[in-house]
């Protein structure tokens, strides 16, 4: 068919690798490939929402969101990560992903540089490509962390810093000495960092750090998705200085209008409510954390042990990968995240121990064919 026109920014992306493995999966298949929590939402949270429908609440909110969850997503951020934002700095939006979206169409301009690691979570260099930016890529070292020097290196003359801890798709967790060189740093080099904050809750002996305690040029962008097991919810959540939120609002304003009035009350009911499920949940990650790798490296693979999320990033050359995939265990290719990590693919143990026993069994029938 012929006849239709399309802007060249989007003809130059790809639908993202791991809605393809997701969207591909067989009936029998053991999907391991999308970064989605299997728990429910938490009873208390549920509750909220269906509490919200029956009091009517079912209308536009102000652009940035109801008062009440913009004054507990302040507070939030000062309990837990020491930052001191003010409800006027913060944000709701429809997930991390329109925070994202909406900070790259505000802060970008045509053929600037925007940062990220490679191997890093797809959408970066989508979305920085969809607002005219220049995605490139910063390299990993031997241990899966930032580089911290060849980013500073890479730093002179960009725009932004997506700065991703605890990461997708490596699990790492970036240290506080390494976040601090990386934020004062930027700040020198007049970059503005992008911190990713979405898998915080979920880090295995190793404490997050938020980049906004080491400098003012710093946008957080949180989310109730993996935290509270939301993500079908679409609520997440940014805060900047007051000047980047002025700009970011008009974005959010006509893309947007506001995020579902439903899904807020019910993160509101999240950050003010139980947390325990929160720490159940990192418990049980924590578990299968510790099967998945453990399995694997009863298979001779060996590979860096994730630090946070709920994700291992795992040497593994294209022959084995198809086997893998032939053997019903779906997994992404390390070539959907960027271009330095051609022999490795992502798995996600977001999945119950016993899918995760039934995938490691797969697996081993895809390497003892080698």
């Known amino acids: ?53 029956r009091n009517g609440m079912t209308g ?32 709701v939006t429809a997930g991390a992903s329109e925070a994202l979206h909406i900070v790259m169409q505000a802060l970008v301009e ?32 031997a241990t899966l962390h930032i580089d911290v020097e060849a980013a500073k290196e890479q730093m002179d003359g960009a725009r932004l810093f997506v700065l991703n801890t605890p990461a997708n798709p490596t699990g790492m967790v970036e240290s506080e000495e390494s976040i601090r060189a990386l934020v004062e740093y930027a700040a020198d080099a007049g970059v503005t960092i992008v911190a990713d904050e979405v898998y915080e809750h979920f880090t295995y002996g190793k404490p997050h750090v938020s980049a906004a305690r080491f400098g003012e040029d710093v946008v957080t962008i949180n989310a109730t998705s993996k935290t509270y097991s939301m993500t079908g919810w679409r609520l997440g959540y940014m805060a900047a200085p007051k000047p980047v939120i002025d700009e970011c609002i008009k974005v959010h304003q006509y893309c947007q209008a506001c995020a579902t009035s439903i899904s807020q009350y019910a993160a509101l009911a999240a950050l003010t409510g139980d947390q325990k499920p929160v720490a159940a949940m990192r418990e049980e990650y924590h578990r299968r954390r510790d099967l998945v790798c453990d399995g694997l490296a009863d298979l001779g693979i060996s590979f860096p042990r994730p630090e946070g999320a709920f994700y291992a990033f795992v040497p593994m050359e294209a022959d084995l990968f198809a086997r893998v ?17 051609p022999a490795y693919a992502r798995l996600s143990y977001a999945a119950s121990q016993d899918n995760l026993r039934r995938a490691l069994g797969r697996i081993r029938e895809a390497v003892d064919e080698t």
């Open 1 to 53: 068919m012929t006849g239709y026109r399309f802007a060249e920014r989007v003809r130059g992306i790809e639908i993202s690798g791991i809605r393809r493995m997701f969207e591909g999966a067989g009936k029998d298949a053991i999907n391991l490939g999308l970064g989605q929590p299997d728990f429910p939402t938490p009873e208390h949270i549920r509750e909220a929402a269906v509490r919200a429908i």
């Open 60 to 91: 536009y909110t102000a652009n940035a969101g109801i008062p009440e969850l913009r004054e507990a997503i302040a507070e939030k951020f000062r309990r837990e990560n020491g930052l001191q934002y003010t409800p006027d700095q913060v944000i």
């Open 110 to 141: 045509k053929g600037d540089r925007v940062l990220m690691a490679d191997p890093g979570f797809v959408s970066y260099a989508a979305l920085a490509t969809l607002a005219g930016g220049r995605p490139e890529g910063v390299p990993l070292d």
């Open 325 to 341: 995939i032939a053997k019903g265990v779906i997994i992404v290719p390390g070539t959907a995240f960027g271009t330095r990590a």
